[in-house]
């Protein structure tokens, strides 16, 4: 069983930073990402980081500009994400896939074992 906390949302201007947090407990060392969605909207990968903690990945709209890292000694999952833009705009989720690699996860929401409750970001221009 893994328990997901995210922290860290709140609103920010175009060209801001903020850095997203998700307290984990439970088994730990598993595939680890972050998600986003808008209403309306199906919810899209945005990172994935494999408990080696050494394999990241991306998607295209927020590669450059984002990081996600894990600290395994406080069990928790960061995103930083800096040049915010209007799009990156959404409920951010952490999620955790049982599986030490991430595989797929990224294009593939359904393979996600656990979520949390999500936090808001808002960027406005």
């Known amino acids: 069983e893994v328990h997901l906390v995210e922290s860290g949302g709140g609103s920010v201007q175009v060209g801001g930073s903020l850095r997203l947090s998700c307290a984990a407990s439970?088994?730990?060392?598993?595939?680890m990402a972050w998600f986003r969605q808008n209403p309306g909207k199906e919810r899209e990968g945005v990172a994935t980081?494999?408990?080696?903690?050494?394999?990241?990945n991306y998607a295209d709209s927020v590669k450059g500009r984002f990081t996600i890292s894990k600290d395994i000694a406080k069990t928790t999952l960061y995103l930083q994400m800096n040049s915010l833009k209007p799009e990156d705009s959404g409920t951010y989720y952490c999620?955790?896939?049982?599986?030490?690699?991430?595989?797929?996860?990224?294009?593939?929401?359904?393979?996600?074992?656990?979520w949390g409750q999500g936090t808001q970001v808002t960027v406005s221009s």
């Open positions: 980081i494999d408990s080696s903690l050494i394999d990241t």
């Open positions: 999620a955790a896939r049982t599986s030490r690699s991430c595989g797929d996860v990224l294009t593939d929401p359904g393979k996600v074992g656990y």
């Open positions: 439970g088994y730990i060392y598993y595939c």
